[in-house]
C-alpha cells in the first residue's frame, strides 16, 4: 500500500509570490489534514479536508487555503508569501476522522520564503 | 482549548538503556485517545503507540510502552532496549474530537541515542 506522498519536496519562493503544495492520501482516506512545522513554533493545525469539504482550520489567516478534489487529493495554497510562512507542510490522512484513527503523515514539503 | 506540554527538549541515551519520554496534557474531556508519534530524521512522521483513556492498562507496543496517568495527565513514553533507530524527535499528540480530530502536539522531545 502506497503511503501518503507530497509534492514538491522543497519549493523555494519570494515574498509576496503563491505556492500551490499537493497531497495525495492513501487510498481508501477521504480525511486529509495540513499541519505546518515552523521552526521554534513546533507543529500546528492548518486545514482539515472530509469528503470534499473544508471541515476545520487552524489559527491561520486566509491567504492559507486548499481544496481537496473528487479523488481526495489534496492542495494548500499560500496567497502573499511572508518570510514566517517558511516551514515544513505536512499532510496527513486517515480512513475516517474519529480519534481513534491514526492519521498517516507524508514526507513533508519544505517551503522557503526569501 | 486543549494543551499538550513536553518538558524536555532534548534527551540522550546509551544504546541498549531505557528512557522515558515526558508528556502532560490538559483536557476537559473524559474519554479520548493519545499518542506518540516519531519524526526520524528523515522527516516522515510514524505512530509509535496509542493510548485510550478509559482502558486502565498501559499500552505497549514492543519496547515502546507509556504509563498514562489518567488523574495527573501525564502520559510518559518508555523506550526499553534503545537502538540507534530510535534517534529522533517525538511527538505526544492530542486529538481534538469536536474538531475533527485534528492534532494538537507537543512540542517534541528530541532523542539521540549514542552508540
Redesign the interface.
Given at each position: 500500500e502506497a503511503g501518503v506522498t507530497q509534492s514538491p519536496t522543497h519549493l523555494i519562493k519570494t515574498r509576496g509570490q503563491q505556492a500551490t503544495l499537493r497531497c495525495s492520501p492513501i487510498s481508501g482516506h477521504t480525511s486529509v489534514y495540513w499541519y505546518q512545522q515552523a521552526l521554534g513554533l513546533g507543529l500546528q493545525f492548518l486545514l482539515w479536508y472530509d469528503e470534499g469539504e473544508e471541515r476545520n482550520r487552524g489559527n491561520f489567516p486566509p491567504r492559507f487555503s486548499g481544496r481537496q478534489f473528487p479523488n481526495y487529493s489534496s492542495e494548500l495554497n499560500v496567497n502573499a508569501l511572508e518570510l514566517e510562512d517558511s516551514a515544513l507542510y505536512l499532510c496527513a490522512s486517515s480512513r475516517v476522522w474519529t480519534s481513534y484513527n491514526e492519521q498517516f503523515f507524508g514526507p513533508g514539503t519544505r517551503l522557503t520564503v526569501l | 482549548a486543549q494543551t499538550v506540554t513536553q518538558s524536555q527538549p532534548e534527551m540522550s541515551v546509551q544504546e541498549a538503556e531505557t528512557v522515558t519520554l515526558s508528556c502532560t496534557y490538559d483536557t476537559s474531556e473524559s474519554n479520548?485517545?493519545l499518542?506518540w508519534?516519531k519524526q526520524p530524521p528523515?522527516?516522515?512522521?510514524?505512530?509509535v503507540i496509542?493510548q485510550?483513556a478509559y482502558k486502565q492498562q498501559n499500552a505497549t507496543e514492543n519496547r515502546f510502552s507509556v504509563n498514562f496517568q489518567k488523574a495527573a495527565k501525564s502520559f510518559s513514553l518508555k523506550i526499553s532496549d534503545s537502538q540507534l533507530g530510535d534517534t529522533a524527535m517525538y511527538?505526544c499528540a492530542f486529538?481534538n474530537?469536536n474538531?475533527?480530530?485534528?492534532?494538537?502536539?507537543?512540542?517534541?522531545t528530541r532523542l539521540m541515542v549514542k552508540p
Open positions: - | 479520548y485517545y499518542f508519534y528523515s522527516r516522515q512522521m510514524i505512530l496509542r485510550e511527538f486529538p474530537n474538531a475533527g480530530n485534528m492534532l494538537t502536539f507537543g512540542g517534541g
